[in-house]
Nanobody, 125 residues
Framework: VQLQASGGGLVQAGDSLRLSCAAS????????VGWFRQAPGKERRFVAA????????YYSDSVKGRFTVSRDNAENTVYLQMKSLKPEDTAVYYC???????????????????WGQGTQVTVSS
């Protein structure tokens, strides 16, 4: 499975961006697709995830209410709609997918096997 993340950019505080994570090589099914971010000098941290089969979504406390994760079955793509962006949202954003029978926590990067290349999001104040 190859994941391609896109949609990052330079925006001002309060603006919105939509990130996309497109899969090729295999369709998403029975997996969790997550978004993580990594700021310079910091660990990669969970942002949001969606269970492909049910559409159930999960968010970190820092983005809850501002970010929305969704999936498009026809496009085999997961989106991360980000609103009311803050300077502290600045990071490289990665999408990742588990395998269908993954173990561990959906909030832990170690549970994800496939990773996209990352897309830079920079929010200026």
């Amino acid at each position: 499975v190859q994941l391609q993340a896109s949609g990052g950019g330079l925006v001002q505080a309060g603006d919105s961006l939509r990130l996309s994570c497109a899969a090729s090589g295999r369709t998403f099914s029975n997996v969790v697709v997550g978004w993580f971010r990594q700021a310079p000098g910091k660990e990669r941290r969970f942002v949001a995830a969606v269970t492909w089969s049910s559409g159930a979504s999960y968010y970190s406390d820092s983005v809850k209410g501002r970010f929305t994760v969704s999936r498009d079955n026809a496009e085999n793509t997961v989106y991360l709609q980000m609103k009311s962006l803050k300077p502290e949202d600045t990071a490289v954003y990665y999408c990742a997918s588990t395998t269908p029978y993954y173990s561990g926590s959906r909030y832990d990067p170690k549970a994800y096997l496939y990773w996209g290349q990352g897309t830079q999001v920079t929010v200026s104040s």
